[in-house]
């Protein structure tokens, strides 16, 4: 017969677990190739296939056990190791975290300090700047009033000579002789300045055109421009300006009769032309009588200088005046006096 010799004994495992180990002798025998058969009587230990069974189920158990245990094992190092590195890579962020907002923290304070500095600085500038300008601002206001001053002055000096905004007129009266008894009547001629400044330089023509229309008439134009009586000449080298409203700066250039054939029509024009520097005015006086005595109507205008408006003075009482007041200022009726 053939035999099978089995020996079983129990070995320790890691983790406290044990498991049967089984040295077995196989004797090269011809029926084992036919059948396995533990009730064989060279079997020296006899054993129960569900112990077997059993056994080999413990032994499963616990393998796998061991190496579930075995893998928890793994899991929890790989976990505790990975929470480690989790945990030194977070504080390693919080590190540097921490190491930026100090760095951050001290560049702040750096800029802010930096820029403390540069704004104290341009402030300071900026106050230095304002000084500046508040010295360039007097510097310019003293020049403008200096230029002001100068262009016053320039002004006053031109107004010195041509006269500025002053003009003057003739002041004609025509009253009783008190000089003779061979006229009736005598004409008093003066000068009056209105304005501000001196005059200088003044030529005046005065004539009496109506009269010079009469007299070239009949004795021809030659005689009536140089009638003495109808024509007048006057040169003032200075005139003082108007200092006082009331009291009117003038000189008399003329007191003398009038012949009493002039005044027959109890009418009489006279037509000045005055020439200053500045420019030429013409003044047209107008006479009529009005119960023995000659009341005047005068008008002062230039057609040389534009911004000058003409002056007019007609007394209240002048006849032949137009319902508005105006009067007529033709200087020559082309009629024949008697």
């Not at 200088?200 to 134009?221: A, F, H, V």
């Not at 029509?265 to 200053?276: N, W």
């Amino acid at each position: 017969m053939d035999s099978v010799q089995a020996n079983f004994t129990l070995q320790p495992l890691p983790g406290f677990l044990y498991f049967y180990s089984t040295d077995v002798n196989i004797f090269p025998q011809s029926v084992v190739s036919r059948h396995f058969n533990l009730q064989h009587k060279s079997v020296k230990i006899k054993m129960d296939y569900t112990v077997i069974i059993g056994l080999i189920t413990f032994i499963s158990a616990g393998a796998i056990t061991y190496f579930t245990i075995r893998k928890d094992r793994a899991e929890k190092q790989d976990a505790q190791l990975k929470d480690e590195k989790y945990r030194k890579n977070l504080q390693s962020a919080r590190d540097t975290i921490v190491e930026l907002q100090n760095k951050t923290d001290k560049q702040s304070a750096e800029y802010y300090e930096q820029s403390s500095k540069r704004l104290d600085s341009l402030n300071e500038q900026q106050m230095k700047l304002i000084e500046k300008q508040r010295e360039v601002i007097t510097l310019q206001q003293n020049n403008q009033r200096k230029a002001a001053e100068l262009n016053n002055l320039q002004n006053q000096m031109i107004n010195e000579m041509t006269g500025g905004n002053s003009y003057c007129y003739l002041d004609i009266r025509i009253v009783p002789n008190y000089l003779d008894q061979k006229t009736k009547f005598m004409e008093i001629i003066s000068l009056t300045n209105s304005g501000d400044y001196p005059l200088q330089n003044i030529q005046i023509t005065l004539e009496k055109p109506q009269l010079k229309w009469n007299k070239s008439r009949s004795d021809g134009y030659p005689s009536s421009k140089l009638d003495p009586d109808l024509n007048y000449s006057f040169y003032i080298p200075y005139l003082s300006e108007n200092k006082n409203l009331n009291q009117k700066a003038g000189i008399v250039l003329l007191e003398r009769p009038i012949p009493d054939a002039q005044l027959t029509d109890s009418k009489i024009t006279y037509v000045a032309t005055i020439a200053l520097r500045k420019g030429i005015y013409t003044q047209i006086y107008k006479f009529a009588q009005f119960k023995n005595v000659w009341l005047p109507a005068s008008k002062l205008f230039s057609n040389y200088i534009s911004n000058f408006s003409p002056v007019i003075d007609i007394h209240p009482y002048f006849p032949n005046k137009k319902p508005d007041g105006t009067i007529d200022w033709t200087m020559i009726e082309t009629v024949t006096t008697k």
